[in-house]
């Protein structure tokens, strides 16, 4: 492939990341040898000079993106070459454009199309009158057009010859590449989304209500809003209008760049008039269409990565969340008809027992219930009760706290988690292998014990997608959210290191280097020869060759194995330095493993070698003083205030413990215990500017939150993190009425946070010109209460 005339890939991406170019280069070459970024971040770092893995991520997304772009680039040159038209100074800008937008900007003249008016106004002769009216606009058009005038060729009368000069001007002015290039960043930074509501969808479409009569600068539009109208318009509700700025009297200031560029101006001329007609008709036909689909895609294509980004953030957190640890643990799946389903897991994840309860109506069996839990507990040492945020949680959770008040001597601990893609894992082919003799509704009470023991180990078997922690994303790009995903999770799993003699496929799958088939036989060899003693037992593994076993080794954990440096992240590749080491202290491996006092005597640098840099010794050493340390927090749990069961328990001003279970770009979802997330808009997060609510909270973070207002007939709950903020006045609602969303296990997981851009709801915050106010219109009219918004302004 030819060299682009803007420098080579690596160069470009050096320079966009502030890095060297030869770093750029080391991490490309390990990316196409078959190395993943975990084990590139962890264990080339003399050869990258210290990429981190977030700086991998970036070099990799962009490696992709102007491969792509050279092969277009490639594709578009040979195309225009066949035409026999291409120049060298037409060539140079092909080789010079440095985005897709530019190159096809540049194209578009050479595209192959279908025959369009100015092509069949060409053949018939005349494009000598527009180039002369265009070059002389002295000349009166119907005079000079009367010339052209030929029946034989379609020509019927002057004015048709005028028509079709005007259609090759027309041609020409909306295919110039860099007048096509200032007027789209003119549009974006004066432009602005106009958003109205259809004729008669006012009821259907109430949850799009903020956006009924709405608009707001491209360049001020959040995330959340762009996706919310999208979907607003593709349910016929909202009729979206790309305008190019605020409408204004007299010619728009677009046809006169147009104008400019083609040295079109009014002297009193003859043809001044029709050449500025012309203009008109080429913006308005022509320029204004191409634009308003390009901005239209820059609009969804800048909404769509930041959802993904939130998603991926979210995601990272939750999969990171403390682990329970090896404790026995007793699932429930909360439910009313269909039961409460119990499975009890040892402290190895392994199912021990499983039942069905019915403690609620309409069975009403209480005592019955508790009964049964108790003697599961007692029987199995269960030291911890995981119970599942769906339908029926709360009052589940009552049932594990009068267990627990009975019996003390159980010593147990309740805990709530998320039960978010557990229905998704029960039915899956994977859990029909893992579980193949268990009934469907009792796996997931299994997943919900399991993930309160290792939420990574749990979640991994899931679909990222439907784990349920983005914005919107049923209307994002497939690929490019699984893509996020998928590195998401391979990095976390990598970073936290897998165990694999107790691993199941699919986190062994997760695994740098690992494929399905691959983590497949892992276990099958497990399974036949019993636990692995040593990562080197792990060559005779079918298919698991030196570059995957270079990739893995350093990842995963073998426990009380042949070699203790098998337990922790040192790669087996640099287990000599570590003997040097042992040699150094005079000490065998085992006593040197943990050892502080005697670790941190000895010198980083004179263990370096031509193999192991200085960053590599340094590594080592600190993961000797802590062999296999988990990054993840430690582990916590929050208590639901007692007496608050549901949504109309709450009262303003009521502060409680919840667990944050979303965060988007507007604020975060808190679980109070109500069957029913509460939300904190970024304006009641702290007493400073948040630019971005991460820098506040994180799924899964306990917190305590005052109660701003309740709205029981659209569910909605304003919640606040400054404790000192005044809650609005007490307004009882009746508690019936619609309601824009469910209670929990009403909605698959993923559709359950639906709030003003939430993760998969249509309707959303609104916004006036001015400045967009809270999202939730209950947290809008408490705001207004407390001062922080003028009604007539937006948000102070």
Known sequence: MTTPLVGSIEGRIAEELGVRERQVRAAV?????????????????????????????????????????????????????????LTPGLEAQIRGAETKARLEDIYLPFKPKRRTKAQIAREA????????????????????????????????????????????????????????GELRERMWVRGRLVAKVREGKEEAGA???????????????????????????????????????EPTEG??????MVAHRFGITDRGRPGDKWLQDTVRWAWRTRLLVHLGLDLRLRLRTAAEDEAVNVFAANLRDLLLAAPAGT??????????????KVAVVDATGKVVATDVIYPHVPANKWDEAIAKLARLAKEHAVELVSIGNGTASRETDKLAGELIAKHPELNLTKVMVSEAGASVYSASAFASQELPDMDVSLRGAVSIARRLQDPLAELVKIDPKSIGVGQYQHDLSEVKLSRSLDAVVED?????????????????????????????????????????????????????????????AGFLR?????????????????????????????????????????LRSLKPQDFVDETFGLPTVTDILKELEKPGRDPRPAFKTATFKEGVEKIGDLSSGMILEGVVTNVAAFGAFVDVGVHQDGLVHVSAMSKTFVKDPRDVVKPGDIVKVKVLDIDIPRKRISLTLRLDDEAAPQERQPASGGGERRQRGGRPPQQRQNRGGGSSGGGGGGASRQAPPPSNSAMADALRKAGLVDPKKGRR
């Open 492 to 552: 976390c799993v990598n970073g936290v290191g897998v165990d694999v003699n107790t691993a199941s496929a699919p986190l062994l799958a997760r695994v740098s280097g690992i494929s399905s088939g691959l983590a497949e036989n892992i276990v099958a060899h497990r399974d036949a020869n019993g636990p692995f003693k040593s990562r080197a037992q792990l060559k005779g593994v079918a298919r698991l060759g030196p570059k995957a076993y270079e990739q893995c």
């Open 251 to 256: 010619p728009s200031s677009y046809e006169g």
């Open 327 to 340: 404790r026995a643990t007793l699932g429930l799946d909360p439910g009313f008809r269909t039961g409460v």
């Open 125 to 180: 002769g005349l494009e000598p009158l527009a180039q002369g009216l265009l070059g002389d606009p002295s000349v009166e058009p119907l005079a000079a057009a009367a010339a052209f005038v030929d029946a034989d060729k379609g020509v019927a009368d002057p004015q048709a010859a005028l028509d079709g000069a005007r259609a090759i001007l027309t041609e020409r002015f909306s295919e110039d590449a860099d007048l096509i």
């Open 207 to 245: 949850k799009f209500s903020d956006y009924f009569d709405f608009a707001e600068p491209f360049t001020a539009l959040p995330s959340h809003r762009i996706l919310a109208m999208l979907r607003g318009e593709k349910e016929d509700v909202l009729d979206l209008v790309l305008e190019p700025e």
């Open 558 to 598: 073998i426990r009380e194995g042949d070699d203790p440096l098998d337990a922790s992240s040192v790669h087996p590749e640099a287990y000599p330095v570590v003997r040097r080491m042992v040699k150094t202290a005079g000490q065998e491996v085992a006593s040197l493993v943990g050892n502080t006092g005697v």
């Open 29 to 85: 070459e390990l990316l196409d040898g078959g190395s993943t970024v975990p084990f590139i971040a962890r264990y080339r770092k003399e050869a990258t000079e210290m990429l981190d893995d977030a700086q991998l991520r970036t070099l990799e997304e962009r490696l992709r993106y102007l491969r792509e772009l050279e092969e277009r680039r490639a594709a578009i040159l040979e195309s225009v070459r066949e035409q026999d038209k």
